[in-house]
């Protein structure tokens, strides 16, 4: 019975064993994670000046942002940006790793 299954021509041979597909994905993970934090934390500082700054400055901020709502607009700035510049990366680094020959790639 055909199975509906494509195969690259590197599987087909063999090359590339499990625990190098694994390493590689680990290390693309950790490439977004980084990369993730590292925009979370400049989206947090970016978020921060001009929301604080805005509560002190504008009477209207000053009356509806009370200081949950400044933790919350800065938090969700951070997560957001986190999560969209992690899941970026990963496939951009997945997108670079799939065209890769496997068969000298270190674990």
Known sequence: MARN??????????LVSVDQKLALAKRCGHEG???GAKAAVLATFA???PTLASVRMLPWARAHLNPTAQ???ISTVAGST???VADKTVLATARRNSFKDFSN???
């Open 5 to 14: 299954v494509s195969h690259s021509h590197l599987e087909i041979n063999g």
């Open 33 to 35: 994670v980084v990369a």
């Open 47 to 49: 978020s921060a000046v």
């Open 71 to 73: 933790a919350l607009i």
């Open 82 to 84: 986190y999560f969209i």
């Open 105 to 107: 790639v270190q674990t």
